[in-house]
């Protein structure tokens, strides 16, 4: 299928150390987009990137992404406890739809 | 602003018994996605609804009903609960996409429904 995969699947890091997570997928994409879900709700988009876009920024947040190696990264810089979440890529799948990765749970320590 | 808004929060229904979850977006958005959600898992579609008067299956239909009732509402029902139909469900909506650019709208979750079967 064309599930995105993220890596690491657990992270865990002290309040105000960058955090890095990667995404790798199988097939062409047109867009690439990132998720946070906090426990118990649902997900929350935090970014968009189409496939012609190398990387793009949000507050904290930096996004790259690599056709030639099907893969992409999110950053969050200076993390806070209010990071810890799990966190998802997706892409399309055909046209209509998004495909999830398994997603990496990112626990910031105080 | 309620956003995606689903009912009931928590279910438990016995094998065999029929339900159905129901969702509504206050967001007048044309798509309208549900998922299932297992355990360490990300997210699994089950249908959608590209606009209104139409849905379509996902990855995982089988159990599974849904009606659009409008643009608003986008139900889910379970004909015959299954154990392994334990899950979290989550409804989302979102712009329609512009064809030829993919699935290029973010999409708007509701908090999901929590449902054991046993």
């Known amino acids: 299928s064309q599930q995105g995969e993220e890596d690491p699947q657990a992270l865990s890091i002290q309040e105000g150390e960058n955090a890095t997570m990667n995404c790798s997928y199988k097939?062409?994409?047109?867009?690439l987009q990132w998720y946070r879900q906090n426990s118990g709700r649902g997900l929350v988009h935090l970014i968009l990137?189409?496939?012609?876009?190398r990387e793009k920024h949000s507050g904290r947040l930096r996004v790259t992404l690599d056709t030639s190696k099907k893969s992409s990264s999110l950053l969050i810089t200076a993390s806070r406890a209010a990071d810890t979440a799990s966190y998802f890529c997706?892409?399309?799948?055909?046209?209509?739809?998004?495909?999830f990765g398994q997603g990496t749970r990112l626990t910031i320590n105080p | 602003n309620a956003g995606v808004t689903q009912t009931p929060k928590f279910q438990v229904l016995k094998t065999g018994q029929s339900m159905t979850l129901q969702c509504a977006q206050d967001m007048n958005h044309n798509s309208m996605y549900w998922y299932r959600q297992d355990p360490g898992m990300g997210l699994r579609l089950i249908y959608y609804s590209a606009s209104e008067g139409t849905t379509d299956k996902g990855e995982v239909p089988n159990g599974y009903n849904v009606s659009r009732l409008n643009k608003r509402e986008f139900s889910l029902r379970l004909e015959s609960a299954a154990p392994s139909q334990t899950s979290v469900y989550f409804c989302a909506s979102s712009e329609r996409f512009t064809t030829g650019t993919g699935l290029n709208q973010p999409q708007h979750f509701g908090d999901g429904t929590r449902l054991s079967i046993l």
């Open positions: 990137i189409r496939s012609n876009e």
């Open positions: 997706a892409t399309d799948w055909g046209a209509q739809k998004l495909v």
């Open positions: 097939t062409s994409i047109n867009n």
